[in-house]
């Protein structure tokens, strides 16, 4: 597996993605110390400091379905949960689709991003940033955000909990590709998701809701009960709160 490590980058998406247009194999990975202006979902900015966290992007390149591709982002969270829960020994949980949260707060996030063209996919990048041992975090998100050492007191190492997600990624990739889909997955999605039965508010879409996650199809759609019907909410579209 090719590694390349950076003290500084801008972002390690937007070098994955470079390194996979020179033809870099599938697995590649790139890790920054700090970025400088790393990227979040919806066009937020992800806060990078140096010395705190783990910055990196993993490069894919799978020979499958594009439209099968988001499905992704929820197989790396199940990893980078696993992960965390193993090397901090705590209880690392995923909030729909791929945020992972310790405590309620928000320690993890990951944004996926694909080239493609029909039916074929050049590369597909995951970037995982995770708050490891920031003890502040800006005004606008101290509410939402947290470090695992604040969640759990621990400082552990980042080469650590970065060699336990590889692993982890690679086992979950692998019952993944068996089906393209997350039917072999889905159970333990389900046993690690905070929004499982509890009431979440669906925003974004035309008309947003409330009603109570009953965890994810195979597909990786949310699947949300309200008074009147059952919904099933792809990622991508919307978020969810709650
Ligand atoms: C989110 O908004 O929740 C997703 C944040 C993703 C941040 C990571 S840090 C490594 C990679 N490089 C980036 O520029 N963003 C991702």
């Not at 590709?177 to 879409?205: A, C, F």
Request: with cysteine; hydrophobic share 40%; glycine share 8%.
């Amino acid at each position: 597996q090719e590694i390349y490590y950076y003290d500084v980058t801008d972002s390690t998406n937007i070098r994955a993605k470079e390194l996979a247009e020179e033809g870099h194999p599938s697995g590649t990975l790139v890790v920054a110390d700090h970025q400088e202006s790393g990227r979040g979902r919806r066009g937020r900015s992800w806060d990078s400091p140096s010395g705190t966290g783990i910055f990196m992007t993993l490069l894919l390149k799978p020979e499958m379905n594009p439209n099968h591709a988001s499905m992704l982002t929820l197989v790396a969270a199940m990893a980078v949960a696993r992960a965390i829960s193993k090397c901090a020994d705590t209880e690392a949980l995923i909030k729909w689709p791929n945020d992972i949260v310790i405590g309620g707060k928000k320690i993890c996030g990951i944004l996926t991003e694909m080239s493609a063209q029909f039916d074929f996919i050049n590369h597909i990048v995951i970037g995982i940033g995770i708050n490891v041992h920031n003890e502040h975090f800006p005004e606008e998100i101290a509410e939402t955000a947290s470090s695992i050492l604040l969640q759990t007191g621990k400082r552990i190492r980042r080469a650590e909990l970065i060699e336990q997600i590889l692993e982890q990624f690679e086992h979950y990739y692998a019952i993944f590709m068996e089906t393209e889909d997350l039917s072999g997955l889905v159970k333990e999605y389900n046993s690690i998701l905070v929004n499982m039965n509890k009431s979440v508010r669906v925003l974004d879409p035309k008309e947003p809701f409330e009603g109570k996650a009953m965890g994810i199809t195979k597909k990786g759609e949310l699947i949300v009960d309200t008074w009147e019907s059952r919904k099933m909410v792809s990622s991508g579209e919307v978020s969810v709160r709650g």
